[in-house]
């Protein structure tokens, strides 16, 4: 029987993925942190037992047909827990929000934004009071016509879709249209219509290159394939499409996000001539609020906004005073440099969760339990101070706060710390120490103590001699003004800066042709793939490897089973049931599709046959199934197997297992696994290798491993730049440029550049005193 004035939260018997029967007490009311190396098993506990066991009993709570509405993260393996309250979760969500959602949308803000302008907007004379609706870009009541409510608008041109008017259609002139068998039935097409494909495009009459291009018509024919070698073709009735109509198709409907990052090389995006990029029918942009349109308005920082809403009456002044109070918590959440019309896709994980933070600030919640996915993401220092206020007033609210959190000042900040350990995968799943943050001293296991309490300064380095500038700029764009900078070639660079200051922003314009750069490699935090058919496995090539060897066995020669059969994504060896994907869909009417193991393969994803066939006592399933530290001891002995596993232990991702799908990485994991396979392939040449916060993520233990390699680039004497926030690893650096000293409107410019001991005593940067600190080893916490 459950005591209820037990003030703690009890967990008994946790098997959740690599959790040892965990028996842990953790109290309510406090701002609670679990830490441990990636893969601990920290995430297993928080969010696999704690939040998935209190969505359980809500949900046994909510009646089945409304259940089958709500995403269920499914019952967790554990014994027993207690004392726990109702838990919202807020995780950095591994899926891409889509173009039309902004910062507006995510925070609610828009709605506010809206009801005071339809209210209390100054209307033109004589026109008719809109509702809230007519200013949204994403109802049909509001979206200008022109560009649907996006804005901009995307148009091409013959000189875009005909790079070389020297070749023919045959040769490829029309460099838009699809390449392989597609790009052959059009120009086959345009042959049966009676259209000359051998002459040179520029020799056409200018009529017919106009309708080849542009027309919307879609006539069809019957093709007369020209006889290939072996091959009889028969005839078909092929439908004519121009180049336009493809190019606007794949880019608009294409699931590929290759097919449609080359559809847009044919495209210019320009504001809609209609609504001026104000994505609003006329009578809504007529319609203002201080002198400024909703679309204006919506473009400036948030903390620009406050001061020009109005206050004139009793109805204005409820409507300000409302959107004010939904404004102050992301501003003081470190995001005021954020506009309301800021696409979400375009805002990083860190961010994102950040705004769901501060909306929750608002909703007045009381005795729940917050489960917090890395707060700290993609902060700066300064902003990490912010961010503890604003936990402990949701703890002042009568709320717990559980984080799982990696930033030793949010460690340090907290009340209470669970310490899961001591390594990852198979060795942790332990929990350390749960209890009080200073008592983790004493505990010799924790690799966390080890860097929580380190009170050593910064090691002391020989700065590598730079071999050159790369001059970059002067850059426009954002919120940076004609910026010019300049990056010492063959060292390791840090750039440095609140959020919003501008790094990316730099760093990106280093990948946009600037001269003597030679080969340049961007690791960025984008997916490795978009479905669960793309992983660790298959994006470093491993899997080839894998597939090599299997079909080198007796068994598989017996049966004259090649590489093809066994893969999951080819017809052969896989389960049909499911095609290769492990489960299957179950459609529901009016409800969102929801998924099962699949009932044949049970999750296996080949077919019976295939998994016969086994390696060293284990079948191809068994194998995608193993971490990429046990199956370096598998593979010990296949050069080109060990060669990718070693690399991906270098970069501390010895915890992920081979078939983990891409959907379930985080961005700071996918990040690292293009770093390894970029370190397992031969060296060419000096290269610039650009990173973009590489250490998200990361337990204290493991920046570690990952800088040794980083460090390593550096010593071959590559280019290595880095945006980063951890002032450890910006101590290490050779060279360090802060932008600032704030954020959006306030950022933008180089306040400080040169040795990080220079950096460390500019006046103007907010980066300085932290810097210091990690140069000098004042304590942690």
Known sequence: MTNPHDPYVRVR???????????????????????????????????????????RRYLESVAPYARRLIHQVGAPKVGEVTGLPPAVSLQQRRAAPTARSSVGTVTGLSNSLRMLFSRVGHYPPGAARLDSDAFSPNTAAGACPECHGLGRVHRTSEELLVPDPSLSVREGAIAAWPGAWQGKNLRDVLDALGHDVDRPWRELPPAEREWILFTDEQPVVTVHPVREAGRIQRPYEGTYMSARRYVMKTFADSKSATLRAKA????????????????????????????????????????????????????????????????????????????LDRSAPSLSAGELQRLRLATQLRSGLFGVVYVLDEPSAGLH??????????????????????????????????????????????????????????????????????????????????????????????????????????????????????????????????????????????????????????NLA???????????????????????????????????????????????????LFLPTTYAPCPDCGGARYNPETLEVAYRGRSIAEVLDLTVEEAAGFFADTPAAARSLAALLDVGLGYLRLGQPATELSGGEAQRIKLASELQRARRGATVYLLDEPTTGLHPADVAVLMRQVHGLADAGHTVIVVEHDMAVVAQADHVIDLGPGGGEAGGRIVAAGPPAEVARAADSATAPYLARALNGAVRR
């Not at 349109?293 to 009456?313: F, M, N, R, S």
């Open 538 to 588: 298959t994006y470093t090539g491993l899997f080839d490897v894998v597939r090599k060897v299997f079909a080198a066995t007796g068994a598989a020669r017996e049966r004259g089973y090649g590489v093809g059969r066994f893969s999951f994504n080819v017809p052969g060896g896989r389960c049909e049931t499911c095609q290769g994907e492990g489960f299957v869909s179950v459609e529901l």
């Open 13 to 55: 018997g946790a098997r959740e993925h690599n959790l040892r029967g965990v028996d842990v007490d953790i109290p309510r009311d406090v701002v609670a942190v679990f830490t441990g190396v990636s893969g601990s098993g920290k995430s297993s506990l928080a969010f696999g037992t704690l939040y998935a066991e209190a969505q």
């Open 264 to 339: 847009e090389h044919f495209l210019t995006s320009a504001p809609c001539p209609a609504c001026g990029g104000g994505r609003l029918r006329p009578e809504a942009l007529a319609v203002t609020v201080g002198g400024r349109t909703i679309a204006e308005l919506a473009g400036l920082p948030l903390t620009g906004i406050v001061g020009l809403l109005p206050t004139d009456d009793e109805p204005a002044r409820v409507l300000t005073g409302d959107l004010t109070s939904r404004i102050a918590p992301v501003v003081e959440l470190g995001l005021g440099y954020l506009s």
């Open 381 to 534: 220092p300064a902003d990490t101070e912010e961010l503890l206020t604003v936990l402990e007033r949701l703890k002042a609210a009568g709320n717990s706060v559980f984080a799982v959190e990696h930033d030793l000042a949010v460690m340090g900040g907290a009340d209470w710390i669970v310490d899961v350990g001591p390594l990852a995968g198979e060795h942790g799943g332990r929990v350390l120490y749960s209890g009080p943050v200073p008592g983790l001293a004493e505990v010799p296991d924790s690799a966390t103590a080890r860097h929580l309490f380190d009170r050593s300064p910064a090691p002391a380095r020989t700065p590598r001699t730079p071999r050159g500038t790369l001059t970059v700029g002067p850059v426009t764009r954002h919120n940076l003004r004609g910026v010019t900078a300049g990056f010492p070639l063959g060292v390791l660079t840090a750039v440095t800066g609140v959020s919003g200051s501008g790094k990316s922003t730099l760093i990106g314009a280093i990948t946009e042709d600037v001269p003597g750069v030679g080969r340049l490699v961007a690791v960025d935090q984008k997916p490795i793939g978009r479905t669960p058919r793309s």
